[in-house]
């Protein structure tokens, strides 16, 4: 009697699982018809959503060799750190803080002087790079050098850990991509979003790669770093959808994507490229990322 009623029991609880899922599939698929009817419906915004899912896509390739070669060496990996932090450098100066000055400076709203202008872009890069500070104590993450940070890193399971710094990578991308689709011409935002997906091919591959040394399967470090590209289409909505609210917004927006990305650069990409004893081999890396997204910005503006 007592085993039927257990059986009786555990099924019931199964049922409930079943609907509380089924109804957790409807909600997202729900959601993610109006998000979508939200981004066919406005043609910046959609450009935005474009422009990320190619740079996810980037990082997907990029972590593909993984499943078919060994580890890559220190010195290789460092060089591709310094390429992508290189890349973002010159991305920040002239895709993003560029523009927001003549931005700010044609913009009635702010007087169109330069101290006007500079003081706008200015506080918007330290808002943005306090925001992306913020995310960083607050969040608890893992780095694949430094190890763990943020508030009670150690009560959560270390894959999660690296997503979560995964993510705080690649958010200020996306958020940068749709910036730059609300606030530049399409060539200037196509350099943009082709500058930041050249160099998701090779941090796809350090992701993946770091995973692997990490301990995880060859398959889940492809997997893992394959859905890290997710965050930055949603990125790039966000930022459009802000920054194309009101002109007015635009100066601030640019800064900030750029303070956030900066602060990547700074906090995150360069640290981890100098912690192994390759330093010159990550400048060179960054001088030809910096130069590489130079030339694309002033060919394609």
């Known amino acids: 009697m007592d085993e039927t009623r257990s059986v009786a029991v555990r099924q019931g609880w199964s049922m409930r699982q079943c609907v509380g899922w089924l109804i957790v599939a409807a909600g997202v698929a729900v959601l993610l018809a109006q998000f979508w009817q939200f981004v066919a419906g406005n043609a910046v915004v959609f450009n935005a959503f474009v422009g990320g899912s190619v740079a996810a896509l980037a990082t997907a390739l990029g972590t593909l060799p993984v499943l078919f070669s060994q580890k890559l060496s220190d010195r290789v990996q460092d060089t591709l750190f310094g390429f992508g932090a290189g890349v973002m450098l010159a991305a920040c100066a002239f895709s993003l803080i560029i523009p927001g000055l003549e931005a700010a400076r044609s913009s009635q709203a702010f007087g169109g002087g330069p101290w006007a ?46 997503v979560i710094a995964i993510a705080l990578h690649n958010l200020p991308e996306g958020l940068a991509i749709g910036v730059g689709y609300a606030g530049n011409e399409g060539l200037r935002a196509n350099a943009l979003a082709t500058g930041i997906a050249i160099q998701d091919v090779p941090e796809g591959l350090v992701v993946a790669v770091a995973l692997l040394a990490a301990g995880y399967s060859r398959a889940f470090a492809v997997g893992l770093g394959m859905a890290s590209g997710l965050v930055e289409p949603i990125g790039a909505v966000i930022g459009a959808a802000v920054v194309g609210y009101s002109a007015a917004l635009l100066p601030w927006g640019l800064g900030f994507a750029a303070g956030a990305m900066l602060f990547v650069i700074s906090h995150e990409i360069i640290p981890e490229s100098h912690r192994k004893g390759h330093e010159a081999f990550a400048t060179g890396g960054l001088m030809i990322g910096f130069v590489l997204m130079m030339m694309l910005d002033t060919a394609l503006a």
């Open 117 to 162: 202008a500079g003081g706008v872009v200015g506080s918007a890069i330290l808002l943005g790079a306090l925001a992306l500070l913020m995310l960083d104590r607050v969040l608890p993450h893992e780095h694949f050098i430094k190890g763990r940070e943020g508030h009670s890193a150690q009560k959560l399971r270390r894959t999660w850990l690296f």
